[in-house]
């Protein structure tokens, strides 16, 4: 956890206005989150705060890239990622970060956080489905490639089906509107 005081951002001292902040982002800060789902990360963010006399806006864009294992090969490789988040803390009598949009800090506190919404950004940035750029171009040769080309269903008479003839009469009721 050591590694995310560096998001700790102190607005009591700031003047009101707009105040930019920018930090790399690695691999040590998803592990700190007990995240290994990256083999590396290379991230940069900006953090744009806006100070007003009753709230906080922030404002954080991210960019770079992860290395990750392909979902289909394992291979490993470098998947681009861009996110963008937008964050409202506001001031009241007790700490609450129900809402993903808008955080509530108390009366009395001098700084915020960020850590987590930032981690959060940045991981559901990653597609769901991770697939190497040359599995679908069809540049990359691999051993599980060629194994689930193997496995494939081979296409036979048997597979390829002519039309049900029950379902013709029914198709016919459609064209005879």
Not at 44 to 56: D, G, I, Q, Y
Not at 72 to 79: C, K
Not at 124 to 143: C, F, M, N, T
Request: aromatic residues 10%.
């Amino acid at each position: 956890m050591m590694k995310q005081k560096e998001f700790n951002i102190p607005f009591s001292g700031l003047k009101q206005g707009k105040h930019n902040f920018e930090y790399k982002i690695d691999n040590a800060f998803f592990e700190s989150f007990g995240y290994d789902e990256f083999n590396a990360a290379n991230m940069a963010l900006n953090v744009a705060l806006t100070k007003m006399s009753t709230m906080l806006e922030f404002e954080m864009e991210a960019i770079g890239t992860v290395n990750l294992d392909c979902d289909l090969t394992s291979e490993p490789y470098e998947q681009p990622i861009s996110a963008q988040l937008e964050l409202v803390v506001k001031f009241g009598d007790e700490y609450n970060d129900e809402d993903d949009d808008i955080l509530i800090v108390p009366h009395g506190a001098h700084q915020v956080n960020i850590a987590q919404y930032i981690y959060e950004m940045l991981v559901l940035a990653v597609p769901l489905k991770r697939i190497h750029p040359g599995v679908l171009d069809g540049s990359l040769q691999s051993e599980a490639l060629k194994r689930l080309e193997e496995l494939q269903p081979k296409e036979t008479i048997e597979n390829k089906k002519e039309n049900d003839p029950r379902w013709d009469e029914l198709k016919k009721l459609l064209t005879d509107k």
